[in-house]
């Protein structure tokens, strides 16, 4: 490697803060949770301008649970268990109508929540895909499937402009910055599971306090 690795983006890099996430009694760790999402968000940018409506909000998101981190109850802010029990039990959180409580960290995390639920559908589209697959089709279905659901058309119609100027997909594996398309795989068949697990806590924890649909 040639020392200027640390700046680009690399999905390992990803893998390791998504590895991080679990504590040993299954708890998903705030600030792991939210440095994946920093190191996505820079891959993001790295694609073009296109997509800087959607890493702006990320990044709009990271920044109001960080500042819930720092701030003078940052203690709670640990785990994403300790938040929403904290957050709970003091009324810190909008129910069912948008009021107090605007940048709660339990409606923030919610949204990014549901966005890595897309990146695991879509992360798993091309973990299988082929040469000839389309990384934009693969990503309007992961979306489709997903995320959608919870945009305004008008979301969803600008989110379907950015997908059609994704990288081909052996671009697409190239930024990520792993190695042969042989490599990229490996690694994604690695990196799901423990996506797949950060988010299936997540659920179970959100479903299980009724905040699912956090407004
Ligand atoms: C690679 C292409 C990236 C496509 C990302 C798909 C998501 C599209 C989302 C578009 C919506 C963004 C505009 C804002 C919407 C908000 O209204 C919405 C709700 O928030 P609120 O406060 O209004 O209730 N916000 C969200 O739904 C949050 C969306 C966060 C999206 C974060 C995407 C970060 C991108 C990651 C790129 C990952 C590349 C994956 C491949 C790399 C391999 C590891």
Known sequence: S????????????????????????????LQHYVSGWRGLVKFLNSLGSVFS?????????????????NGE???HYITVQSMVKYELEN???DLTKRGGHPESGCRTLLRLHRALRWLELFLERLRTSNEDSKTSVMCADA???????HHPWVVRKAAGVAF?????R???????????????????GEALPLISEVYQITEELYSHHNMLDLP
Do not use: W
């Not at 979306?143 to 659901?149: G, H, I, K, W």
């Open 73 to 75: 109850n940052g203690g």
């Open 164 to 168: 059609c100027v994704l990288p081909g």
């Open 170 to 188: 052996q671009a697409f594996f190239e930024v990520m910055n792993v190695g042969p398309p042989e490599q990229v795989v490996a690694m994604l």
């Open 53 to 69: 409506f959607i890493s702006k909000d990320a990044v709009n998101k990271i920044q109001i649970l960080v500042n819930h981190q």
């Open 143 to 149: 979306y489709n499937e997903s995320l959608a659901q």
């Open 91 to 93: 009324g810190l959180v």
């Open 2 to 29: 040639d020392g200027s690795v640390e700046q680009k983006f690399s999905l390992r890099e990803v893998l390791d803060t998504f590895r991080q996430c679990l504590s040993e009694n299954k708890e998903v760790y």
